[in-house]
C-alpha cells in the first residue's frame, strides 16, 4: 500500500471540485488496513473515509489524510428456501450490488437501484429511494475501529438507523472503518410500488410487475429522467432532506399554503424539500459557476469550475429563503468538509 502526498480529489468526488489532501491511501485488503492503521499519517492526521464520493462537498483543501475504500466482492453467506444473506464489501459500488440481486431474482433493494456510492456508504447514510430504505434488508456492518485496528461488527439495531441517518454520522462519527455489510434479501415476491411516482410510472406506461428486475429498471428510469448524470453535470444528488414537522404545525402551514404536499411518515408529516426550494424560486437559477437543476430542484450543480465555498454558499442562500418564506429549516444530506 502506498501513501501518496499532496493528492488531487476532483475525479473522487462528484461535484467535481478540485481540492487535494496532503496524503491519500487506497484500500485494496485486510492487509492494506493493518498497514495503513499503523501508519504515521494515519495516526498523526485528520482522517476521511471516502466511497464513491456521491455524498460528500469539499469546500477547501483537506489537511489529513483520505483514504478510498476500494474492497470488492460479493457473497451469499447464508441460504434458505425463502431467503439469502448476501455480504458485500464496502468499496463495491451500490448499484452493481443492486444489479447483482435482481439478476438473482432476490428482493428487497431493487427500490434503491441507482443511489450513487459505495456500500461502504450505504448503512452511513441509510440510504432510501422510493418507498424503501437500507434499514428493511440490512443484516449488520463489518467495521475497524479506527483508534484501535480492532474489528467490530454492528446488527441492525445498534446502527440506529433513521431517516438519512445512522451512529456512524452522529455518536462514532470518524471512530469506525466500514469494510462489509451483509443484506437478508427474500427470495419470495416481496414488492413495494406505493411510493407515488413509482406507482404512477408503472400505471402510465402499463408496466406488470413479474420480479424484482421490473422494479429496478422502472426506478432507474425515473431517476435517469430526473437527476443529472455527475460524470456531465457535477452534482451530489439530493443536497438536502426533505422536512418533518409535526401535524399541528403542518395545519398552520396550510392555511397559508394550501396546496402544500404532505406525507405521513411514523406520525409525523413529511414536506418535500424540492417543493419548498421551487417555490422559493430556485429550480433552475444559475448564478455564477453554480446552480439549482432545472429538472429537480433538491440537486445542486456545478457548471464548471466551481469552488465548493460557492455551492456552500448557494445551499445557504436556499436555506435561508425556505427558512423566511416557511419558518422551516433545511438540513444538508450532504457531508461538509
Known amino acids: 500500500m502506498e501513501i501518496k502526498k499532496n493528492y488531487n480529489l476532483s475525479k473522487l468526488n462528484t461535484f467535481g471540485?478540485?481540492?487535494?489532501?496532503?496524503?491519500?491511501?487506497?484500500?485494496?485488503?485486510?492487509?492494506?488496513?493493518?498497514?495503513?492503521?499503523?501508519?504515521?499519517?494515519?495516526?498523526?492526521?485528520?482522517?476521511?473515509?471516502?466511497?464513491?464520493?456521491?455524498?460528500?462537498?469539499?469546500?477547501?483543501?483537506?489537511?489529513?489524510?483520505?483514504i478510498l475504500n476500494k474492497l470488492k466482492g460479493i457473497e451469499i453467506t447464508e441460504e434458505s428456501n425463502e431467503s439469502v444473506s448476501v455480504r458485500a464489501m464496502g468499496g463495491e459500488i451500490w448499484n452493481d450490488l443492486v444489479l447483482f440481486a435482481v439478476n438473482h431474482g432476490y428482493w428487497g433493494i431493487e427500490n434503491l437501484s441507482l443511489v450513487p456510492?459505495?456500500?461502504?456508504?450505504?448503512?452511513?447514510?441509510?440510504?432510501?429511494?422510493?418507498?424503501?430504505?437500507i434499514k428493511e434488508t440490512l443484516l449488520n456492518v463489518e467495521t475497524f475501529e479506527v483508534a484501535t485496528g480492532k474489528k467490530k461488527i454492528f446488527n441492525n439495531e445498534e446502527c440506529e438507523l433513521g431517516y438519512r441517518?445512522?451512529?456512524?454520522?452522529?455518536?462514532?462519527?470518524?471512530?469506525?472503518?466500514?469494510?462489509?455489510?451483509?443484506?437478508?434479501?427474500s427470495k419470495k415476491e416481496n414488492k413495494n410500488v406505493t411510493y407515488r411516482a413509482l406507482k404512477e410510472y408503472l400505471e402510465n406506461n402499463k408496466i406488470e410487475i413479474h420480479n424484482s428486475k421490473d422494479i429496478s429498471e422502472a426506478v432507474a428510469s425515473i431517476r435517469n429522467s430526473k437527476l443529472p448524470d455527475p460524470k456531465i453535470l457535477?452534482?451530489?444528488?439530493?443536497?438536502?432532506?426533505?422536512?418533518?414537522?409535526?401535524?399541528?404545525?403542518?395545519?398552520k402551514l396550510l392555511l397559508e399554503y394550501p396546496d402544500i404536499p404532505s406525507f405521513e411518515e411514523k406520525?409525523?408529516?413529511?414536506?418535500?424539500?424540492?417543493?419548498?426550494?421551487?417555490?422559493?424560486?430556485?429550480?433552475?437559477?444559475?448564478?455564477?459557476?453554480?446552480?439549482?437543476?432545472?429538472?429537480?430542484?433538491?440537486?445542486?450543480?456545478n457548471y464548471g469550475n466551481a469552488t465548493g465555498s460557492e455551492v456552500f454558499n448557494l445551499a445557504n442562500q436556499i436555506?435561508?429563503?425556505?427558512?423566511?418564506?416557511?419558518?422551516?429549516e433545511l438540513i444538508p444530506e450532504v457531508n461538509l468538509i
Open 165 to 185: 441517518d445512522s451512529i456512524f454520522k452522529n455518536k462514532v462519527k470518524g471512530k469506525y472503518f466500514i469494510s462489509a455489510i451483509t443484506l437478508k434479501l
Open 234 to 251: 457535477g452534482n451530489a444528488g439530493s443536497f438536502f432532506k426533505n422536512v418533518f414537522i409535526k401535524k399541528d404545525e403542518l395545519q
Open 319 to 328: 436555506i435561508k429563503s425556505v427558512r423566511n418564506k416557511f419558518g422551516l
Open 267 to 301: 406520525g409525523l408529516m413529511k414536506i418535500p424539500a424540492g417543493w419548498l426550494i421551487e417555490q422559493c424560486g430556485w429550480k433552475g437559477r444559475k448564478l455564477g459557476n453554480v446552480g439549482v437543476h432545472e429538472k429537480q430542484a433538491l440537486v445542486l450543480v
Open 117 to 133: 456510492g459505495t456500500v461502504g456508504a450505504a448503512p452511513m447514510q441509510n440510504i432510501g429511494a422510493y418507498g424503501s430504505e
Open 17 to 66: 471540485i478540485d481540492v487535494n489532501t496532503d496524503f491519500f491511501a487506497e484500500i485494496k485488503s485486510e492487509n492494506d488496513i493493518e498497514e495503513l492503521f499503523s501508519s504515521p499519517e494515519f495516526k498523526h492526521y485528520e482522517k476521511i473515509f471516502l466511497g464513491g464520493g456521491s455524498n460528500i462537498l469539499f469546500t477547501k483543501d483537506f489537511h489529513g489524510i483520505v
